[in-house]
């Protein structure tokens, strides 16, 4: 078919019927004639013509004639804009063709009464990682292109998203209209009043723009945006862990084995305690020295005073050493951070273990010295000046056996051809397992951190704006568009995605992520809870504090101990100022033996904090993932 010259067209759309009744046409392309002026023709939603037509038109042709007689506006073109994206970049999915198309349809339709109330155009904004640069430069583009709303979706840093909202929680205005925040923040969001429930929006005012198929319990993140109300404060839109990650290749090599086995008296693998881990390091930095004429270190971390190093500790580093409570998604009534709340998880009390929290505890002090120790025996010297950002690729250039504190969202950054970690094949020459316990940690415990980057919208903020926002959040998360999202980004959010055909193609290079996800073992990594009443202001402290201890102008106790004091005159500000809900009620001060115990947290100090080290064989470990078992 050759291209259009002319057209003149005047049409109308029946919603209801799906059909464009009284179109006259004047339609020419090169050396043909499609439709005479004058005929008369109906259509249906599908493109396709009925039976006694003149001809059939392709669907391209008619989109283009419908677009330029209309301006663009049709509800046909939008449809036609839905196709092109189905066929071109929203495979493989979950979803056929088929309910693909219907779940687009929904989109427009939806979008078609927010356009109709002067809604053409909605500000979103989240961090810079992958999956975000694909939604910023590809969904938001065809997010407009099918339903008519423009989208500016900004990416910047971690910390400056966390500010920006800070600054709106402050003003009550929010600068986005809608934003992906770490779901970290909910405590904060809960208890100040001011982020909308999604429970109570998707039920009242928001029903009309919430997905039929948005299918909740496909989810696997919700459980971590769940305030202690029950309600959800925040949608998932990418996940990914901390995890333990090692160079496999290395690992398996007879003569490193049997080495390592002769001085140490067990077996090379996935160090199951922190022992192991440590003794590891030791091995391959001092023993096994170089590979290939190349030095190799045991261990990575970065210590430059920055914010960034703080998230090294409020992502999960003192849980893995084992100085919160048991409890599953955070430690009850002590988490991760230290703080206590009341049984019901509501009203933070304490930091310090001289009001009965944990952060300046035996356990949370060995985690740092732990911390330090090993950034400055074991990894490259330039480790103690970097930050996260610089530190993260590192391991990609092949002079790392293991880390201990890695991100799955560098998966994607450590699979590309060519890197001294990539076999010929494509297949990766490391793995990811689970990470190591510390020896204060318990059955039950929460094991490590999980990222998860979540929808957050402001309660007070203009109605349709809000509901165009959530449009475009439900569409970048909708099974249409999820699974290619996750092949792109590998932070996966929905269990139908995980569970694919397409990631179980893409497992043998992914170096254990799908299995990972598959299993059980996936819940015991989480975020940030909600005994965190204001992770803005409680979070700024870690970094500095840390800080001391790494240049050495304190003691891992010393660093702790000013932690934990700040924590709490903060916590105290915030009882004094009040909250909306929640708002800390501190314990009044007493000696720490009140509180110190064998039986939970805040730990008493063992006796020995270094016991035999454990490993266990990967394959083992890959085989009970794949059984459905945690380890």
Request: hydrophobic share 40%; aromatic share 12%.
């Amino acid at each position: 078919m050759g291209e259009f010259y002319f057209i003149s067209c005047a049409t109308y759309f029946d919603h209801a019927q799906g059909m464009i009744f009284s179109i006259q046409y004047s339609v020419f392309a090169e050396s043909s004639l499609f439709l005479s002026q004058g005929s008369y023709s109906s259509f249906n939603r599908d493109g396709d013509f009925p039976k006694g037509d003149i001809m059939k038109m392709r669907l391209k042709a008619l989109s283009v004639a419908i677009a330029m007689a209309t301006g663009g506006h049709a509800a046909f073109a939008d449809e036609a804009a839905a196709a092109r994206w189905i066929n071109n970049e929203f495979q493989p999915s979950t979803l056929s063709k088929a309910e693909q198309t219907n779940e687009l349809k929904w989109f427009i339709q939806a979008a078609a009464k927010l356009k109709a109330a002067g809604v053409n155009e909605i500000n979103v904004v989240s961090e810079t990682i992958t999956t975000h640069e694909y939604e910023s430069k590809t969904l938001a583009k065809a997010f407009a292109e099918i339903t008519g709303i423009k989208v500016n979706h900004d990416l910047i840093q971690e910390g400056d998203v966390v500010e920006k909202l800070q600054t709106s929680m402050q003003s009550g205005k929010s600068i986005y209209d809608g934003w992906i925040s770490d779901s970290d923040l909910i405590g904060t969001h809960y208890r100040y009043g001011k982020i909308m429930s999604l429970t109570d929006y998707m039920a009242g005012k928001g029903k009309a723009y919430t997905n039929p198929g948005l299918d909740l319990k496909d989810f696997i993140g919700t459980s971590f945006t769940t305030a202690p109300d029950g309600k959800m404060y925040q949608l998932p839109d990418q996940q990914f862990a901390n995890l333990y990650w090692f160079r496999a290749d290395l690992f398996e090599r007879a003569d490193i084995k049997a080495k390592f086995k002769a001085k140490y008296g067990y077996d090379l693998g996935v160090p199951l305690n922190w022992s192991a881990y440590e003794d590891i390091a030791d091995f391959f930095t001092n023993d096994v020295k170089e590979i290939d004429g190349k030095a190799i270190y045991g261990h990575m971390d970065y210590g430059k005073k920055d914010p960034s190093l703080g998230w090294r500790f409020t992502d999960a580093w003192l849980s893995m050493a084992g100085t919160a409570d048991v409890g599953i998604p955070n430690g009850r009534p002590i988490d991760e951070w230290g703080i206590r709340t009341t049984p019901d998880g509501c009203t933070p009390v304490g930091a310090s273990v001289e009001r009965g929290g944990a952060t300046n505890s035996p356990a949370a002090v060995y985690a740092l010295t732990k911390y330090v120790d090993w950034m400055k025996k074991y990894a490259p010297k330039e480790a103690t000046g970097m930050t996260f950002g610089e530190a993260g690729p590192v391991p990609a250039q092949g002079q790392i056996a293991q880390q201990i504190f890695w991100y799955t969202a560098f998966t994607a950054d450590m699979t590309k051809p060519g890197l001294p970690v990539v076999n010929a094949d494509g297949t990766p020459k490391w793995r990811m397992a689970p990470g190591p316990n510390g020896p204060y940690w318990k059955q039950g415990m929460q094991n490590g951190y999980q990222d998860v980057g979540s929808w957050t919208f402001f309660e007070d903020h203009d109605a349709n704006r809000t509901a165009a926002a959530w449009l475009y959040a439900q569409f970048v998360t909708a099974k249409t568009v999820s699974l290619k999202k996750t092949i792109v980004g590998l932070t996966p959010i929905r269990e139908s995605d995980i569970q694919s055909d397409a990631m179980t193609k893409m497992a043998p290079k992914l170096g254990g992520l799908v299995e990972f996800y598959r299993s059980p073992a996936r819940v015991a990594w989480t975020p940030t809870g909600t005994n965190v009443p204001d992770y803005p202001k409680l979070a700024q402290l870690w970094w500095k504090n840390v800080a001391q201890a790494v240049t050495g102008e304190k003691t891992p106790q010393g660093a702790m101990d000013n932690l934990a004091e700040e924590m709490d005159k903060v916590m105290a500000r915030l009882e004094r100022s009040g909250m909306a809900r929640c708002a800390p009620k501190l314990n009044p001060k007493s000696k720490p033996s009140k509180w110190l115990s064998n039986d939970h947290a805040p730990w008493a100090k063992l006796s020995n904090e270094k016991p035999q080290g454990k490993t266990i064989a990967y394959q083992t470990l890959l085989d009970a993932w794949k059984a459905g078992k945690v380890r």
